[in-house]
């Protein structure tokens, strides 16, 4: 035959339709056609399992395997380990179980984006300050020796004002940073062995201005070793 009577994607459309169609009668006419045809009924309509398939067994272990899997409660993933059950109200929502999935699957891109760019970000703090000493911008690190203590900043005479701060054992130096509102660098400025910082008017850190609203932090150090950090500040510059 050179030709065949029907595409194969009509074999489900034409096995539904009646023993005496037209279309039916032709396909039967072919040996190939009326194997082909046997054989989608028998996958169409299968009959039941062997007893060695172990079907129920194996969908209790799946609907086990499923429950540990979504975190289902207690009760929920024993009725699952022992067997169909009635089903629960969640199982009875395929709507909402469907949307929240759907939502889930759309997310992953987004949740994957934002992964790569805090890993960039991170990568980017890191070689930023390669091969100075270590800064620390918020707070204390967790597990800090010792946190420097900051103290009420006292006002002077002609509009200047002293930053000061409890010292710390074996300091030699401490250094104070300032930072804008939205915590971007604005100076560091280094100081001696004296707890304590005097902003004049006309000798302000370069990067801040009179009536700035800043943050500010203190990092007590004995030479390139870190010995304490304060926590940040809001400073208001006179």
Not at 67 to 78: N, V
Not at 83 to 112: T, V
């Amino acid at each position: 035959m050179d030709a065949e009577p029907f595409r194969i994607e009509e074999l489900a459309e034409i096995a539904a339709l009646p023993p005496d169609h037209p279309r039916r009668v032709a396909l039967e006419a072919s040996a190939r056609g009326r194997a082909l045809l046997v054989s989608y009924e028998a996958f169409a309509r299968p009959g039941a399992p062997p007893p060695q398939a172990g079907v129920a067994q194996a969908k209790a272990q799946l609907d086990a395997r499923i429950a540990r899997e979504l975190r289902l409660e207690p009760a929920a993933a024993g009725a699952a380990e022992h067997g169909p059950r009635e089903p629960s109200a969640r199982s009875r929502a395929p709507r909402a179980s469907g949307w929240r999935w759907s939502w889930a699957g759309a997310l992953r891109p987004a949740f994957a984006a934002v992964l790569v760019v805090a890993l960039a970000g991170g990568l980017w703090l890191s070689t930023r300050h390669a091969g100075s000493p270590e800064r620390i911008v918020r707070g204390h690190r967790v597990g800090e020796a010792a946190a420097l203590v900051l103290l009420p900043p006292r006002p002077l005479d002609h509009g200047a004002i002293e930053l000061r701060w409890q010292p710390v054992a074996g300091a030699d130096h401490y250094e104070v940073e300032f930072f804008g509102p939205d915590l971007a660098d604005l100076a560091r400025v280094p100081c001696g062995a004296q707890a304590e910082l005097r902003l004049l008017p006309g000798a302000l850190p370069a990067g801040v201005r009179p009536g700035m609203s800043v943050l500010w932090q203190v990092t007590a150090r004995r030479g390139n070793v870190q010995l304490a950090v304060s926590e940040v500040a809001p400073l208001r510059i006179p």
